[in-house]
C-alpha cells in the first residue's frame, strides 16, 4: 500500500515519525534556495516562514494550512538556515 505522502492528494500522515534521512532529503535547503532566500527575503521569520512553505509546497504540491505542518519539520528548517529560538523570540 502506498503511503500517503505519495498519493494523488498527499499530506503528511499524523502521528507518523519523519526519519532524519527524509527530512534530508526532502526538507532540506539547496544551496541556489539558501542563496535566494538571503538575497531577497528580509527578516529571520520571514525567511523562516517562506522556506516552511517552499519545502511543504514542494513534497506535497500545495500550500498546507501552517498549523498541519509538522513541528519537526519547521526544526529542521531552522537549523538548515541556521536561526534558534532565541533569535526568533526577539523579532
Not at 49 to 55: A, E, R
Not at 57 to 68: C, D, H, I, T
Request: hydrophobic share 35%.
Amino acid at each position: 500500500m502506498s503511503s500517503i505522502e505519495r498519493t494523488a492528494y498527499p499530506r503528511f500522515a499524523s502521528g507518523r515519525i519523519l526519519q532524519e534521512k527524509e527530512l534530508e532529503q526532502f526538507y532540506s535547503l539547496t544551496p541556489d534556495e539558501l542563496r535566494y532566500i538571503n538575497q531577497n527575503i528580509r527578516g529571520i521569520r520571514m525567511q523562516l516562514n517562506f522556506s516552511v512553505q517552499l519545502k511543504t509546497f514542494q513534497r506535497l504540491g500545495y500550500f498546507p494550512e501552517l498549523k498541519n505542518i509538522p513541528s519537526i519539520i519547521v526544526e529542521h528548517i531552522k537549523r538548515c538556515l541556521g536561526i534558534s529560538d532565541a533569535e526568533l523570540s526577539h523579532q
